[in-house]
């Protein structure tokens, strides 16, 4: 009797140790993510409800036309627009070779001081990919129309 006990016992702290590790190893994993995890807003999201400007996330939508201006350097300013409401954009660096106006991106980084400051640009990579956040969020402006297959 003695020894059925012993053994409920050690069962019992073996599952409350694999309890405790699987929490433990959650919690690290969910720490070691905090900043890998950047959310999608659209420009009419992030007019309506500005985020703070320490607070990273993904915007996209299509490069307004006539917004493009290269600067001196490699500084790059343009809008970002989803038919609803457009958005500034600032990025220092080199646009990739498919970038252009009219055209569906993603861009990540801060909204600080009523603009969008990119840290990485992302254009679509032919004609028919958009990522699925920048369609729902044109879809849902009505500015998105399918196009047609093989054009």
């Known amino acids: 009797m003695a020894l059925s006990t012993l053994k409920k016992k050690r069962r019992i702290q073996v599952v409350a140790m694999a309890a405790v590790a699987l929490v433990v190893s959650t919690a690290l994993v969910g720490y070691a993510m905090r900043d890998g995890i950047n959310f999608f807003r659209s ?10 400007p320490t607070e990273t996330f993904r915007i996209g ?3 307004e036309q006539g917004t493009l201006i290269r600067g001196a350097g490699e500084e790059i300013s343009f809008s970002v627009t989803d038919g609803g409401a457009s958005v500034p954009v600032v990025y220092t660096g080199v ?4 970038f ?7 861009g990540t980084g801060r909204y600080v001081d009523g603009r969008f400051v990119a840290t990485e640009i992302l254009a679509k990579h032919d004609e028919t990919y958009m990522p699925k956040e920048v369609v729902d969020a044109l ?3 009505g500015v998105y129309q399918e196009s047609a297959p093989g054009s």
């Open 139 to 141: 879809k849902e402006q």
């Open 95 to 98: 646009l990739p070779d498919l």
């Open 43 to 52: 420009p009419s999201q992030v007019m309506a409800e500005p985020p703070q």
């Open 100 to 106: 252009e106006e009219n055209q569906g991106m993603v």
């Open 61 to 63: 939508g299509l490069v």
